[in-house]
């Protein structure tokens, strides 16, 4: 009987040793990933403000994704790995609740960008005739996602089951809404591109045009889009088994499915690099930041 007791207590001090490392070595992984995610949002939000050209319903929706993955960054990745690290219960609390706000409006931004992109396609003439009331319609649209994220929250002190199961529930419905924008995208521009070949040369010079849109722009915005979603749908499948892992049984969640959290903070990482990479307007507007910045750091 002692015998298998010291066995017993040998397993757990394996295992405890392994979970010790385990948390250390994704505490580690999240500290480049909390400063690219500072430094290429805050450089994606500053090149937006300034530049006039950007100052669009889109680039202002892509604004507000570069402010909370910032926030990613600068709060909910700290705490994370201040939880991790000193296993003190409000700090945890305070760490869950915080990640899950500023991720919560990530993912719905993200939601509400891929839907926007439907929008544009599918009524191009009024998108384009709407566009002065629409940034109006994108600034609400913005403060009503922060408020009820905000508001969700406060499940978490209440019911800890409900709360995580609610977000479960809300990662796959940003995860369907997303899922079904990008498959009438892909609709819209088959629809354009079999009518533009059906088209005469005689009038090839101008197929191109479609009302109020470019077709060759289309594509490509539909394309970086896709791309955006599927980095999203990466990121956010793995914390959405973790939560409903923990929403069914809390016996079967270990801390191996914290690294789950830790892709979740990825999406903030890459998505400032996707920006840049996939929109050339951002991209060269990035570069002219960039050389004014580093010219006032010489000449200083």
Same mark, same amino acid.
């Given at each position: 009987?002692?015998?298998?007791?010291? !066995?017993?207590?040998?397993?757990? %001090?394996?295992? *405890?040793?392994? =979970?010790?490392?385990?948390?250390?070595?994704? $505490?580690?992984?999240?500290?480049?990933?909390?400063?690219?995610?500072?430094? *290429? @949002?805050?450089?994606?939000?500053?090149?937006?403000?300034?530049?006039?050209?950007?100052?669009?319903? !889109?680039? =202002? #929706?892509?604004?507000?994704?570069?402010?909370?993955?910032?926030?990613? *960054?600068? #709060?909910?990745?700290?705490?994370?790995? /201040?939880? &991790?690290?000193? #296993?003190?219960?409000?700090? &945890?609390?305070?760490? &869950?609740?915080?990640?899950?706000?500023? $991720?919560?409006? !990530?993912?719905?931004? #993200?939601? /509400?960008?891929?839907?926007?992109?439907?929008?544009?396609?599918?009524?191009?003439?009024?998108?384009?005739?709407?566009?002065?009331?629409?940034?109006?319609?994108?600034?609400?649209?913005?403060?009503?996602?922060?408020?009820?994220? +905000?508001?969700?929250? *406060?499940?978490?002190?209440? @019911?800890?089951?409900?709360?995580?199961?609610?977000?479960?529930?809300? +990662?796959?419905? $940003?995860?369907?809404? !997303?899922?079904?924008?990008?498959?009438?995208?892909?609709?819209?521009?088959?629809?354009?591109?079999?009518?533009?070949?059906? =088209?005469?040369?005689? +009038? /090839?010079?101008?197929?191109? &045009?479609?009302?109020?849109?470019?077709?060759?722009?289309?594509?490509?915005?539909?394309?970086?889009?896709?791309?955006?979603?599927?980095?999203?749908?990466?990121?956010?499948?793995?914390?959405?088994?973790?939560?409903?892992?923990?929403?069914?049984?809390?016996?079967?969640?270990?801390?191996?499915?914290?690294?789950?959290?830790?892709?979740?903070?990825? @999406?903030? %990482?890459?998505?400032?690099?996707?920006?840049?990479?996939?929109?050339?307007?951002?991209?060269?507007?990035?570069?002219?930041?960039?050389?004014?910045?580093?010219?006032?750091?010489?000449?200083?």
């Amino acid at each position: 009987m002692a015998d298998s007791n010291d !066995s017993s207590n040998v397993y757990n %001090s394996k295992e *405890g040793i392994i =979970q010790q490392a385990f948390v250390v070595a994704n $505490c580690i992984l999240n500290l480049p990933l909390m400063v690219i995610a500072i430094l *290429g @949002n805050a450089l994606v939000v500053a090149t937006i403000l300034k530049t006039r050209c950007l100052q669009t319903s !889109s680039f =202002q #929706m892509l604004c507000s994704l570069a402010v909370t993955d910032f926030l990613v *960054g600068c #709060m909910a990745q700290p705490f994370f790995i /201040a939880s &991790e690290l000193t #296993m003190d219960p409000l700090v &945890e609390r305070l760490s &869950e609740v915080i990640e899950c706000i500023f $991720c919560g409006v !990530s993912l719905s931004t #993200m939601t /509400a960008i891929s839907l926007d992109r439907f929008l544009v396609l599918h009524y191009p003439m009024r998108y384009n005739a709407l566009i002065v009331e629409k940034s109006h319609v994108v600034s609400v649209s913005i403060i009503a996602v922060w408020i009820s994220n +905000v508001l969700l929250s *406060g499940l978490y002190f209440w @019911n800890w089951t409900a709360y995580f199961t609610i977000m479960a529930i809300g +990662v796959c419905l $940003c995860i369907f809404i !997303s899922t079904i924008s990008f498959i009438k995208i892909y609709q819209v521009v088959r629809k354009h591109r079999i009518q533009i070949h059906a =088209q005469q040369q005689a +009038v /090839a010079q101008s197929s191109d &045009e479609v009302p109020g849109i470019n077709i060759l722009r289309m594509k490509r915005s539909a394309l970086n889009t896709f791309i955006f979603y599927i980095a999203m749908i990466l990121c956010y499948l793995p914390v959405l088994v973790s939560m409903s892992i923990s929403s069914i049984s809390y016996k079967h969640w270990t801390k191996i499915w914290h690294l789950a959290e830790t892709i979740v903070f990825i @999406n903030s %990482s890459i998505n400032p690099v996707l920006y840049i990479w996939r929109l050339s307007d951002l991209r060269a507007a990035v570069l002219k930041t960039l050389k004014k910045f580093f010219s006032r750091t010489s000449n200083d």
